[in-house]
């Protein structure tokens, strides 16, 4: 089981997020974030989108916390990634 968390850059909503994937499936993410209180509305298409304050929380559970690069390369060979021409909706 591998959970990865990056770094909290990306702005929104008042607040810094990161990103949290699994390099090994969809199911064992789901049941990391659902045993983590990371709310399923969280979820785009291969990730869940965690606020920054989260991190402790979540690092102390297990996720290991990668750069932004080191976690897009991990999740593409994983073959878990959704490449940006699918998140059309």
Same mark, same amino acid.
Request: aromatic fraction near 6%.
């Given at each position: 089981?591998? @959970?990865? !968390?990056?770094?909290? !850059? ?7 997020? $990161? ?9 064992e %993410?789901?049941?990391?974030a659902l045993?983590?209180?990371i709310? /399923?509305? /969280? ?6 989108? @965690?606020?920054?304050? $989260?991190?402790?929380?979540?690092i102390?559970?297990?996720? @290991?916390? @990668?750069?932004?690069?080191? %976690?897009?390369?991990?999740? !593409? /060979?994983?073959? %878990? #990634?959704?490449? $940006?021409?699918? #998140? #059309?909706?």
């Amino acid at each position: 089981m591998t @959970v990865l !968390i990056d770094d909290p !850059i990306w702005p929104a909503h008042g607040r810094l997020w $990161a990103h949290l994937v699994s390099e090994d499936s969809l199911d064992e %993410l789901h049941a990391f974030a659902l045993g983590n209180g990371i709310p /399923a509305r /969280a979820f785009d298409l291969d990730h869940y989108d @965690v606020p920054d304050d $989260a991190l402790p929380r979540l690092i102390a559970a297990g996720a @290991v916390r @990668v750069g932004g690069k080191e %976690l897009t390369r991990r999740l !593409i /060979a994983s073959g %878990l #990634r959704v490449p $940006a021409r699918d #998140r #059309r909706r």
